[in-house]
Each structure stands twice: as structure tokens, then as C-alpha cells.
């Protein structure tokens, strides 16, 4: 009998197993095209907006403004997960030289690395160019298309691959130049980034 009334009995309703899924999150996209900046590699891109890039500053104190990784994207035409860190300038040359790290989000391995200068005076412009394509293995190859001072050669430092894209420009006084260590791109990426890094200088 009691058996009977168990199997009559109304059965127990069964707990739900499943939970609403969480709401779709979007990604945060930088509101400029200025250097999408990090904390660490794998770190999100910040959503206030940053400072615009700098148009020939009075004084040069820093790399990564002058080149975001926006900046770079449009120029390869390719989707770039890197993010831009300053580094402590070098002190040891005749100016200090000023770097941008741009590491991968994924590893944090380097993709390309960027050197800022500015030398007091310029009456030794040529001079002092010649001095910074030290690093050069062969003879710099100039950038066509450029309104101003820009060429590529191969590098000659150990451990550095691709190629060595330089720039310089009379600006405020001062000898400046900039140089970005990146991977072998198509004429038309060099013309495009030298471009801006002299128009930035």
C-alpha cells in the first residue's frame, strides 16, 4: 500500500540546471588614433580619449605620442594587436633618444620599436644624420615620395631583423630625428609613416 500511494504521489519538480547567459560585452575601441596605451601585454585598450599627436612640439620629451598604433595600422592596412610603452630615454648619446616600445597583445613580443631625438642646433644637420644611420649595414636607400628627410637600410645591430626606417628634420632649433625598427613592408608603408613622423617633428 505503500508502495502504491509513492507511485501515485505528484513528483517532485526538478531544479532548473541552466542560467541565463550574462549579456554580450562590447570591446572598448579607442576614441583616436593616438597609441593605444597598456598596462601589460593582453591588457584592453583604454576607453577615455587620448591626446591628440603632437604637431612639431616646442619640446621633444617623448616617443610614443609621435607615432600611434593606429597610426601604424592604417599605414600597413593590416590589423596590428599591439599596444605603445614608453621606455626610460637613453641618456648616454649627445641628446637623449627617447623610445616606444610596441609589443604584441599576445606573448608581448615586439613588433617594431621607435627612437625620438632632438639635437641642439642645426647647422650639422648632415652631420649629425650621418651619425645616426650608424646602424646602418648598407648604404641608406632614400624614401620616394616624402616631403622632407627619409630613408631605409638594414640594420646591423645583433639580434635586430627587417628593416631601419629614418627620418630628419630642421625644427625649433633643433636637429631632430626619428627612427622605426619594423618588419619589411611595401614602399608605399615607408613613405607613409615617414610622412607623419616628419610632420609630427
Known amino acids: 500500500m505503500l508502495a502504491l500511494l509513492a507511485a501515485c504521489s505528484p513528483a517532485e519538480p526538478v531544479a532548473s540546471t541552466t542560467s541565463s547567459a550574462p549579456p554580450p560585452t562590447t570591446k572598448a575601441v579607442p576614441a583616436s588614433d593616438a597609441p593605444a596605451l597598456g598596462a601589460s601585454p593582453g591588457s584592453q585598450p583604454p576607453t577615455t580619449p587620448q591626446p591628440p599627436p603632437p604637431q612639431s612640439p616646442d619640446k621633444v620629451t617623448s616617443a610614443c605620442p ?21 621606455a626610460a630615454p637613453d641618456r648616454s648619446w649627445r641628446a637623449a633618444i627617447y623610445r616606444c616600445d610596441y609589443p604584441s597583445r599576445v606573448g608581448g613580443r615586439q613588433i617594431h620599436q621607435l627612437y625620438v631625438a632632438a639635437v641642439p642646433g642645426t647647422g650639422r644637420f648632415d652631420a649629425v644624420l650621418k651619425e645616426w644611420s650608424q646602424e646602418c649595414a648598407d648604404a641608406a636607400v632614400p624614401v620616394a615620395g616624402v616631403t622632407g628627410t627619409a630613408r631605409t637600410c638594414s640594420p646591423t645591430t645583433p639580434g635586430k631583423e627587417g628593416v631601419v626606417l629614418m627620418v630628419a628634420k630642421k625644427s625649433h ?3 631632430r630625428l626619428a627612427e622605426l625598427d619594423l618588419r619589411p613592408q611595401r614602399t608605399e608603408v615607408y613613405a607613409k609613416i615617414a610622412q607623419l613622423l616628419l610632420d609630427r617633428l
Open 173 to 175: 632649433g633643433e636637429t
Open 66 to 86: 609621435f607615432l600611434g598604433v593606429n597610426d601604424v595600422r592604417a599605414a600597413m592596412g593590416a590589423a596590428l594587436d599591439a599596444w605603445a610603452e614608453e
